[in-house]
């Protein structure tokens, strides 16, 4: 074999191996589920969250009953309760899984497999009256990716944006949890004899 057919090998290996080593994985750790609603939007009315992203009742039930019930139908979706404040009617939860990510340009290998990615829930209870209470929750995700340091077509801003919490909208939405929630919800006030 010819010596200087070798180089192209080389200068190639040389390439992949550098684009490899300048890569980076984002977020170097996921937000707490305090973090992912530092802003307080959670709180709003009316919610900036997209439609995809929340979900709402009102029902005929007292708020420490609506409370409960929604304390326990959080845990019964596979929420993992981080964080609660009956007095204000706030619980925060967190649930991990595993996926893909949404965007289709990520040339990256990695970002081809599944990663982590957090859901974030904001369930409050709010007292409309003394036998009204409204029930919302909102969805945020945080995904996992990596970027080249050389940019490939603006994989690495995309990716950045996938790596904080934001809606868990389009291809993030949670909506199957949502209305999960909100099913299991309604059972435990039926079972209650609540409604």
């Not at 029902?59 to 993992?80: G, I, L, N």
């Not at 957090?118 to 919302?136: A, Q």
Request: hydrophobic letters at 35%; charged letters at 20%; aromatic letters at 8%.
């Amino acid at each position: 074999m010819n010596p200087h057919s070798r180089i192209p090998l080389y200068s190639s290996l040389l390439t992949l191996l550098l684009l490899v080593s300048c890569s980076a994985w984002h977020p170097a750790r996921f937000a707490s589920v305090q973090e992912a609603y530092v802003g307080g939007e959670h709180l709003a009315e009316p919610s900036p969250a997209p439609v995809d992203s929340r979900k709402k009742a009102l029902f005929d039930v007292p708020y420490e009953d609506m409370y409960r019930a929604a304390s326990v139908s959080a845990s019964q979706a596979q929420m993992s309760i981080e964080w609660e404040d009956k007095a204000k009617g706030q619980i925060l939860a967190v649930r991990v899984t595993k996926g893909l990510m949404p965007q289709k340009s990520f040339m990256q290998p990695g970002n081809r497999r599944p990663q982590d990615k957090y859901f974030f829930y904001s369930i409050v209870v709010r007292e409309r009256g003394p036998r009204s209470t409204e029930v919302s929750i909102t969805a945020k995700t945080q995904g996992r990716c990596i970027t080249e340091s050389v940019d490939l077509g603006g994989d690495k801003a995309e990716c950045l944006a996938y790596s904080v919490p934001h809606w868990a909208t389009g291809d993030d939405n949670s909506q199957q949890e949502l209305t999960q929630f909100m099913t299991f919800l309604r059972n435990n006030l039926i079972a209650a004899g609540l409604i």
